[in-house]
């Protein structure tokens, strides 16, 4: 007995939904490195279509049936391409693409010299409609030192480990080693996932000597991402994770033009 394809269905509500699809998808990716030439790692991937009034339902199977095509391929240099086979066979005007994944950059502690690996947490997020739209995000771990703690104080001053993050669309190729270097330069101080006691004394007075308000920071990278011209649009955003608080210090700016898919 043939059963009923009810997700093909024509739904008579008269309601287009922007975006319908898979999320928390947890799947191998291959990534740029500037060190390495590539990186394999694990992406969350979220992928979207939009579902016109007359549908009942998407096809979810489909979405896992277009991804696996790229399973052996470079899926973040051919995402224009995975997007456009997405909208396809979708049979969407539009499709969206987020990718969540850690990348590591092996870092050199400051005295000691030694080299263990730090992660970062970066992101993809695309569009095609009209056209293909892309954003380049990193959530970059720094240390932030209070400017108003250092001067009221006698002795020390309070400081607390903060996260910039950095979306950006582009004009030219960025690595995203750039990225995450333009906000580790506007820190208090970088982090590190292994010092030794020399180590520890160096970013200790390096933060103290570099003081930095949440907006300093935001201020700073602005500037920089203002100047590079490979950079179309931004948004920079930190928080502090405040110590002698019970609450986090935000600032955020974003260029008048910054597009981004909400998620």
Not at 132 to 149: E, N
Not at 172 to 184: D, T
Request: aromatic share 10%; with cysteine; net charge negative.
């Amino acid at each position: 007995m043939i059963k009923t394809d009810v997700q093909s269905e024509r739904d008579t509500r008269e309601i287009t939904i922007d975006r319908v699809g898979v999320k928390n998808i947890r799947y191998p990716i291959v990534v740029e490195d500037r060190r390495n030439i590539n990186q394999q790692t694990v992406a969350d991937i979220a992928l979207y279509v939009d579902l016109q009034e007359h549908e009942r339902g998407t096809h979810m199977s489909r979405f896992l049936e277009v991804l696996n095509k790229y399973h052996k391929e470079d899926i973040i240099s051919n995402l224009e391409q995975f997007m456009a086979d997405l909208r396809k066979r979708m049979g969407s005007e539009t499709a969206f693409a987020i990718i969540d994944f850690p990348y590591f950059i092996e870092k050199e502690a400051p005295v000691s010299k030694i080299k263990s690996l730090l992660s970062y947490q970066c992101h993809f997020q695309a569009s095609l409609k009209e056209e293909y739209r892309l954003v380049i995000g990193v959530k970059v771990p720094i240390t932030t030192l209070c400017p108003c703690s250092k001067e009221i104080s006698d002795n020390g001053a309070h400081s607390q480990r903060s996260y910039v993050n950095i979306q950006v669309t582009l004009g030219e190729f960025v690595w995203l080693e750039e990225l995450i270097e333009m906000v580790e330069a506007s820190a208090s101080c970088e982090i590190y996932s292994l010092l030794k006691r020399p180590d520890e004394k160096y970013v200790t007075e390096r933060a103290y000597a570099n003081p930095r308000f949440a907006e300093d920071i935001v201020r700073e990278i602005t500037l920089k991402l203002r100047q590079d011209r490979r950079i179309a649009s931004f948004k920079v955003e930190t928080e502090n994770l405040e110590s002698i608080h019970d609450h986090n210090a935000y600032a955020g700016v974003w260029s008048n033009n910054f597009w981004e898919i909400k998620y």
